[in-house]
């Protein structure tokens, strides 16, 4: 009995030691590979100078980055809360789960049909090519597939990726459209940058004024005429603070020529000049915009013109 039980040891002792030298042999032969496959992170996100992403409709978009900061390809200013999203989701990439065998040739074909090239550069020189497609089961990780630089050819085995600490899908994250890259800031100014504002009412031409900010702490309110007129300075220094960061709801670019016609063919109902301490002026034309059915039964007044929202067209330039 004695021997039978120190039969049953050792056979169990060679049968472990098998399959752990199995898979250490399978683990070390393959896991170059894996790990490269694995490997979407970039670092140092502070070297990339330029993100080239592309879907399979023909939509492309390269951001720059250049010394007053990232531009799109028309050179409008990035949205810095974008672009910071971006470089963040690039620098915190990671792997969530593989895919399994019986699910790999259906993520391959769906992404095929359905993903975002996404290219980073450093200078001239690619750093990082991968493709973005479709979300988990569970929208809280995002397929994606790694290119093996050195040949150009993808990786075979494709990733759920996610960022730890955040459950949602990252797809939302690489936009290729160029609008919604553009810098909403229209007006952002802070009282030392300015020398003066000029605000002409078309409509009640008697309450235009004009702001000279002779410091940071002594202003003039005078009429257009150059009346002098009495003001309450924590008023005025709450006024002046309003001219920071003064944004765009939407970007209309797809809109019938009627409108177009009718903004640019109107009278201005503000005409905004704002001069700065270097002696540049810009100038703010802003159009009424007229009231809907809608808006007018949310407030339960008839108004003529949209209470909230009013039209600012862009100066070419």
């Known amino acids: ?16 030691c098998a399959v752990s030298f199995y898979i250490y042999k399978n683990k070390t032969s393959g896991s170059t590979i894996d790990k490269e496959s694995r490997d979407f992170k970039i670092e140092d996100t502070a070297s990339v100078t330029k993100i080239f992403m592309a879907d399979k409709n023909g939509n492309s978009i390269t951001l720059e980055r250049t010394k007053t900061g990232w531009v799109t390809p028309n050179k409008y200013p990035c949205r810095a809360d974008a672009i910071n999203l971006l470089l963040y989701t690039m620098k915190m990439l990671d792997v969530k789960s593989t895919v399994s065998k019986n699910a790999k040739a259906g993520v391959i074909k769906q992404m095929i049909g359905h993903s975002i090239k996404v290219q980073a550069f450093h200078n001239d020189e690619l750093i990082k090519q991968y493709y973005v497609g479709h979300e988990g089961m569970d929208n809280d990780a995002t397929y994606m597939i790694l290119t093996d630089l050195d040949n150009m050819e993808n990786y075979e085995e494709p990733f759920l990726m996610c960022i730890p600490g955040f459950n949602g899908y990252l797809s939302s994250r690489y936009i290729l459209n160029e609008n919604e890259w553009r810098e909403r800031v229209v007006i952002n100014y802070i009282p030392p940058q300015m020398k003066a504002i000029k605000v002409e009412f078309s409509e009640f031409p008697d309450s235009s004024f004009v702001i000279k900010l002779n410091s940071t702490t002594n202003f003039e309110l ?14 005025m220094k709450q006024y002046l603070a309003y ?30 000049s704002i001069t700065s301490n270097q002696n540049e002026t810009k100038e703010f034309n802003f159009v009424r915009k007229n009231s809907t059915w809608e808006i007018n039964k949310k407030y339960g ?6 209470p909230d929202r009013f039209f600012y067209e862009f100066q070419h330039r």
């Open 1 to 16: 009995m004695k021997n039978k039980s120190s039969l049953i040891v050792i056979t169990l002792l060679a049968i472990l």
């Open 222 to 235: 005078q009429k257009l005429n150059g009346t002098q007129l009495p003001f309450d300075e924590v008023r």
């Open 243 to 272: 001219f920071q960061n003064i944004s765009y709801e939407k970007l209309l670019t797809k809109v019938n020529q009627r409108l177009v016609d009718s903004i640019q063919n109107a009278v201005p109902f503000i005409k905004l």
């Open 301 to 306: 007044v008839e108004y003529k013109y949209d």
